[in-house]
């Protein structure tokens, strides 16, 4: 039962960012600068990367490639999870 959780853990993981980034994309206000979304996600991308490897050299993955496509991956979801909710309050 572990070995199938371990690895159906990225897919998950992936799943999860890719619908949050998508939603976030769809809602487009009036006050949204189109150049201000764009480095608001490189960004999140970048701050993902160094968490990414942050995650590798603590061990957490079985394979490095996991922490160098899921940080930036997660960095862009909570970049425009963040933009979104700063933009409400």
Do not use: Y
Not at 61 to 84: C, D, I, K, Q, R
């Amino acid at each position: 039962m572990k070995e199938f959780v371990l690895a159906a853990l990225p897919w998950i993981l992936v799943g999860l960012a890719v619908a949050i980034i998508c939603v976030g994309l769809n809602e487009k206000d009036a006050e949204t600068n189109e150049k201000e979304r764009q480095q608001h996600i490189a960004l999140g991308l970048s701050l993902g990367l160094l968490w990414g490897v942050a995650l590798n050299h603590c061990g957490l993955w079985e394979n490095h490639a996991l922490g160098l496509a899921l940080g930036p991956l997660w960095g862009m979801a909570l970049a425009v999870v963040l933009e979104n909710h700063h933009k409400k309050r």
